[in-house]
C-alpha cells in the first residue's frame, strides 16, 4: 500500500473487472485460443481475470453441481457475481416474491462458497419505482449467507432433492439493482437503496436507458453494454481511460469502495479484450491460487 508525502496510507478499495458471461461463439478462436474446449473457456476466464458476472441464473434455476463446477474451475479468489432471477424481477415484478427468493438461494448459489460476489437484481425497463414495493422487496434481501440459508431452507417442493442448504462460513453479502425506467432517478430510491446497503448499478447503455450513477453502498457495481450501440459496440482507449479513472476514484479515499466491472458488449466479441484491458489500466490482474 503507497503512502502520501505526509506518511498517511492511500486507501483504496479492490477494483475487479470482468464480463457478463463467458459462453459465447463468436470469442472461440479470437480471446479464445483456437482449439480451446468449451468445457474449458471458463478456466481460461480465470486465467486472465479476477472476476465474472454469471448470468445463466438469470433465466432459469441452476443446479448445486453447476456452481460447484464453475466454482473449481477457476483459482482461489477469483469472484462471481451471481444475476438474480428474472422470475422475480420480470414476472414476479418483485411482488409476492418470498418463496421464488428462497428457491433462487436455495438452488445453489451458496455452493459458490467465498467465491460468491454481488447479486446483481436487473429490473425490466417497464418496472416503474415504486416506493413501497421496493422498501419490501429491498427488506426481504438477505444481508449475509447465513439469512440466506434461513430464506434458502423455506424453498418449495421444486427443489426437493436438488436445494443446497450449506454455508461454509456467515458472512456478509451484497446486492445491487440495475433499474431501467426513468422514474428510478427519483431520489427516495437512492435513500431506500442507502438504507438498506444495496448498490445502485451504474449502467453504461449507449442511451438506451438512464444512466444512474448515486453511490448508495459500500460497493460499486458498474455494467459496461457498450458506449455507441448496445452490446455492440467496443470502447476506445480513450472511453477506458475514463471509466478506468473514475473506478480508480470510486476506490480510493477515505471509503475504501470495492469496484466490480462488467462488460456486456459481446454481440462481436469486444467483451474480454475491453476487460482485459481496463484491468490493466486499473491494476486488476489474474487471481492465481490454486
Known sequence: METDAEG???RRGRVRVGTSGW??????????PPGLPQRRELEHIGLTMSTAEL???????QRPGSYRRWRESVPTGFVFAVKGSRYITHMLRLRDARAALA??????????????GPILWQLPERQEFEPDL?????????????EALAIARNHDERLDGRAWLEIEEDRPLRHAIEPRSASFADPR???LLRSHGVAMTVADTAGRWPLFEDITADFVYVRLHGSTELY?????????QIWAGRATAW???GDERDVYVYFDNDARGHAPHDAVALARLVGDGPVGGS
Not at 23 to 32: A, L, N, Q, T, V
Not at 55 to 61: A, D, E, M, R, V
Open 8 to 10: 498517511q496510507a492511500d
Open 23 to 32: 459462453r459465447y461463439p463468436s470469442w472461440r478462436g479470437d480471446f479464445y
Open 55 to 61: 448470468n445463466g441464473s438469470f433465466y432459469s434455476l
Open 103 to 116: 428457491n433462487f438461494l436455495a438452488s445453489g448459489v451458496l455452493a459458490l462458497g467465498p467465491a460468491l
Open 134 to 146: 421496493l422498501a419490501a422487496f429491498l427488506a426481504a434481501l438477505p444481508q449475509t449467507t447465513g
Open 189 to 191: 430510491f437512492a435513500d
Open 232 to 240: 455492440h459496440s467496443g470502447y476506445t482507449p480513450e472511453e477506458l
Open 251 to 253: 476506490a480510493t479515499g
